[in-house]
């Protein structure tokens, strides 16, 4: 691999290009952000002013700070994944950028050797950049379709096992002549 000049136009044509997707994706999932940091604020809130100036909050007031806080641990994978999404857009973000600086470096500067490593530097930052781009909206989908999905399996299953159920109960009533309502061993 070796930095020609064609590459080093492709790569800075098309970093600022992978960066508006990234921008554009970020810019999508910014009220989803605020939803997520205001709940904590809330509760920052509310459990400040629990025991604001000595205060001693009432048996009532903690069941409820204790709901709140076992719904917001219950969804700290998601806030999880939603920390790591910000982290990879940062780190995605910054090798573009110098995807970008370093192509045009070479671009305008006098002497272009071969640059390999410059070359595999552009690469690497692109082919992260357009994994990035194209798997966070991908695993943001899975994020809110699997567990409809996971429900649906399983409702299915279910739907499975109760026709069966029904069928059973169905031959042993033609068996006991229509006595027998109850499922089979009941």
């Given at each position: 691999m070796k930095m020609t000049e064609s590459y080093a136009t492709t790569v800075a044509a098309v970093a600022p290009v992978v960066m508006l997707v990234a921008v554009v994706e970020i810019s999508n999932k910014r009220a989803r952000f605020r939803d997520l940091y205001g709940e904590q604020a809330e509760i920052d809130a509310t459990v400040a002013a629990l025991f604001a100036d000595g205060a001693s909050p009432s048996r009532e007031q903690i069941a409820e700070t204790e709901r709140t806080l076992a719904s917001l641990r219950a969804r700290r994978g998601v806030r999880?994944?939603?920390?790591?999404?910000?982290?990879?857009?940062?780190?995605?973000?910054?090798?573009?950028?110098?995807?970008?600086?370093?192509?045009?470096?070479?671009?305008?500067?006098?002497?272009?050797?071969?640059?390999?490593?410059?070359?595999?530097?552009?690469?690497?930052?692109?082919?992260?950049?357009?994994?990035?781009?194209?798997?966070?909206?991908?695993?943001?989908?899975?994020?809110?379709?699997?567990?409809?999905?996971?429900?649906?399996?399983?409702?299915?299953?279910?739907?499975?096992?109760?026709?069966?159920?029904?069928?059973?109960?169905?031959?042993d009533a033609r068996e006991d002549g229509g006595n027998s309502g109850h499922p089979p061993g009941a």
């Amino acid at each position: 691999m070796k930095m020609t000049e064609s590459y080093a136009t492709t790569v800075a044509a098309v970093a600022p290009v992978v960066m508006l997707v990234a921008v554009v994706e970020i810019s999508n999932k910014r009220a989803r952000f605020r939803d997520l940091y205001g709940e904590q604020a809330e509760i920052d809130a509310t459990v400040a002013a629990l025991f604001a100036d000595g205060a001693s909050p009432s048996r009532e007031q903690i069941a409820e700070t204790e709901r709140t806080l076992a719904s917001l641990r219950a969804r700290r994978g998601v806030r999880a994944m939603w920390g790591l999404y910000v982290y990879s857009a940062c780190f995605v973000g910054m090798a573009l950028l110098i995807a970008e600086a370093t192509s045009l470096r070479w671009l305008a500067s006098e002497d272009r050797g071969a640059a390999p490593f410059d070359a595999l530097v552009c690469y690497v930052a692109l082919g992260l950049g357009f994994a990035w781009a194209v798997i966070t909206p991908i695993a943001t989908l899975l994020g809110s379709v699997l567990p409809k999905a996971v429900l649906s399996v399983c409702a299915w299953r279910r739907l499975t096992r109760y026709s069966s159920l029904v069928r059973r109960c169905r031959l042993d009533a033609r068996e006991d002549g229509g006595n027998s309502g109850h499922p089979p061993g009941a």
